[in-house]
């Protein structure tokens, strides 16, 4: 359970940090508000990939599509987040 809990955080971290790349200049956001968020994109991303599209990784390896969306999901959030809070993101 520990593991899942780290794992998640990372995850979180990585993908919220590709989804600040992707946004042009400078982000005025948290580490901790960029983690929640890529945490949130990555179990959105799971969700829809998974659930909706039935998506699975028959061959093994990494997922690459669950990152993939997982930051371009992390990028929306972080400009909602942006605007929401009034911050120019």
């Known amino acids: 359970m520990l593991g899942a809990i780290i ?6 971290l990585v993908i919220g940090a590709l989804g600040r790349l992707i946004l042009p200049g400078k982000q ?8 929640v968020i890529g945490i949130v994109a990555s179990l959105a991303a799971t969700f829809i990939l998974g659930s ?6 028959e061959n093994g390896g990494v997922q690459w599509w669950y990152w993939i969306v997982g930051a371009i999901l992390a ?5 909602l987040y942006g ?3 009034r911050r120019p993101v």
């Open 52 to 57: 909706i599209f039935g998506y699975e990784n």
């Open 83 to 85: 605007r929401m809070s």
């Open 28 to 35: 005025n956001i948290s580490i901790l508000m960029t983690i």
């Open 75 to 79: 990028a929306l959030g972080i400009m």
């Open 7 to 12: 794992g998640a955080i990372v995850a979180g």
